[in-house]
């Protein structure tokens, strides 16, 4: 069952989202919620180079232009991501304002709640992970540029 952390990040989460050492994280993915327009889930996945916490209240991501994801979060501000780090799954749910950004879609999302799923006796053994048939560097390079733009 989850359990109710209040409207910030915890330190953890924050963390993981500073931007720094997008190395680390290269794999990992992030499942990003929007709300379509006929009232149903959207599914997308986001990479640590898509994701930066400005502060404990506010995430922004960085969308492909013309996406389903963006339109509907331009035209629908409700989003949710699902994080899962540790031994825990985090649900992130905030509010979308897009703000003016070069080759990307920037949101600033201020964070509305925070919940975190722990099960005693239950370990995460993994998230959804990814590989670029492009490779590794050239994700880096694709992540810094977005990150750098969405630090704008």
């Known amino acids: ?16 989202f500073n931007g720094q050492d997008l190395t680390s994280h290269w794999s990992r993915t992030v499942p990003l919620v929007t709300i379509d327009a006929a009232g149903f889930p959207h599914f997308a996945i986001l990479s640590f180079g898509e994701i930066l916490a400005v502060s404990p209240r506010e995430l ?3 969308l492909y232009p013309n996406s389903t994801t963006t339109r509907n979060a331009q035209a629908r501000p409700n989003v ?11 649900y992130v749910k905030g509010m979308a304002r897009e703000k003016a950004a070069q080759g990307i879609v920037r949101f600033d ?9 722990e099960e005693p006796g239950a370990r ?3 998230g959804i992970g990814f590989e670029m048939a492009q ?18």
């Open 1 to 16: 069952m989850s359990r109710l952390l209040g409207t910030e990040l915890p330190q953890e989460l924050a963390a993981l």
């Open 60 to 62: 922004r991501i960085g």
């Open 80 to 90: 949710g991501l699902l994080v899962v780090e540790g031994d825990a799954v985090y």
């Open 109 to 117: 999302v201020s964070v509305e709640q925070v919940l975190v799923d």
């Open 124 to 126: 995460i053994t993994g």
């Open 135 to 152: 490779g590794k560097d050239a994700w880096l390079d694709m992540a810094t540029k977005t990150i750098a733009e969405l630090r704008g």
